[in-house]
């Protein structure tokens, strides 16, 4: 093994699964027919490949140099590094997690120690993401309950109030209080083409007293992910319903913001999305010693999962995180769909925790075989 070691090469693939049928994702008006990955693998001269996933990195090739030639093992400065490349350019931030694992496999550490070793694991939720009508919605409640979840989110933005409305009054019907119960308005951001205007504080507040009568955990994105002011009204006025969001806020300040004025009482970062394992690491125990949840959002491809579900556990454990998100939803949104970059799903046990093991790093191995017949020039939808 090297002295010192140096990273020698960053590598980025796209790869795309051809999805049929389509995933009709309730935030997304095109239903998507390809699940796109991007995989960053991160190289030592030791032979080490740490190995991340998230954005589609376009771009990030012109700022490589600036890692290259450098201290894997100084986490710090290359998630300041990062900090500076956000800026500049896209979201970078799969190359801070492919770092850490980069640097538990040199240090032979698990990264929910390296990150504070709280715990190696963490209670999900089952995250569903397809609108479907009533009958079956309170089917996939029934299938959750049956798997050992403790809660279930679903989503709202049916064409009327009302249908959402009857959706959740159904399942609450079929499960009793068996299951927690999210609401995720989706109201923080929008796909590009989707210029609908998000809701207002009014809507916002007439939809949490519904939320309140069917008692939800929390609401999720009722507004959009910059109205602090409203976010501060609604919390102070839904009084006893948690508000949650934040899973596409970027910046530390606008963390500072939701926090100092009592926007929120779960914050959702995600760590390939918004500063990193080393950025959200600190803002977690934060969170949480301000008397609020910290629970990362987690959609996309396992590696994501894996990601926030070691810097979750490692930090704030179950008792700061109470759920983290593990998206599920029928063949739609199967684990074979979600992990395909992985040779093994994240999976849950019959309690619904994912267990995260001793192994280095994120622990986890790629397939690939299925990345190599998955290989892509693009990393879109469709
Ligand atoms: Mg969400």
Not at 86 to 95: K, N, T
Request: negative net charge.
């Amino acid at each position: 093994m090297a002295d010192v070691f140096k990273i020698t090469k960053i590598e980025i693939t796209h790869h795309q699964l051809p999805l049929d049928p389509p995933f009709p994702a309730s935030w997304d008006t095109q239903p998507r027919t390809k699940f796109p990955a991007t995989i960053v693998r991160i190289h030592d001269n030791a032979g080490h490949v740490g190995i991340g996933s998230g954005d589609a990195m376009y771009g990030f090739a012109d700022y490589q140099r600036y890692f290259v030639g450098e201290d894997p093992l100084a986490l710090a400065r290359h998630n300041a590094v990062l900090s500076n490349i956000e800026f500049h350019a896209g979201r970078p931030w799969p190359v801070d997690s492919a770092l850490w694992d980069l640097a538990g496999k040199i240090l032979n550490e698990p990264v929910w120690k390296m990150v504070g070793g709280v715990s190696n694991r963490i209670r999900t939720y089952a995250s569903s993401g397809v609108h479907r009508p009533v009958d079956q919605m309170v089917e996939v409640a029934r299938r959750a309950l049956e798997m050992g979840f403790p809660a279930l989110k679903v989503r709202f933005g049916r064409p009327s109030l009302n249908e959402d409305l009857g959706v959740l009054a159904a399942i609450r019907a079929e499960v009793g209080n068996q299951l927690e119960l999210m609401v995720d308005c989706n109201q923080g951001w929008r796909m590009p083409w989707d210029i609908q205007a998000p809701w207002n504080l009014k809507h916002a507040l007439e939809v949490a007293q519904e939320l309140q009568a069917l008692s939800v955990y929390w609401m999720e994105e009722p507004l959009h992910r910059g109205d602090y002011d409203g976010y501060a009204a609604l919390r102070k006025q839904a009084r006893g319903l948690r508000i949650a969001g934040g899973e596409m806020t970027r910046e530390p300040y606008e963390f500072r913001e939701l926090l100092t004025r009592g926007g929120l009482d779960v914050f959702q970062p995600d760590c390939v999305c918004s500063m990193g394992i080393g950025g959200l690491k600190d803002l977690a125990v934060q969170v949480v010693d301000a008397g609020h949840i910290f629970t990362p959002h987690t959609w996309g491809n396992g590696i994501g999962v894996l990601a926030n579900a070691h810097l979750t556990a490692g930090t704030v454990g179950t008792a700061g995180a109470h759920f983290l998100e593990y998206p599920l939803d029928g063949e739609e949104w199967s684990l074979a769909r979600r992990d395909y970059p992985l040779l093994e799903p994240v999976r849950v046990d019959a309690e619904g925790y994912i267990n995260l093991t001793d192994a280095p790093g994120l622990g986890f191995e790629l397939n690939e075989d299925l990345l190599r017949r998955t290989h892509s020039q693009v990393a879109t939808f469709a």
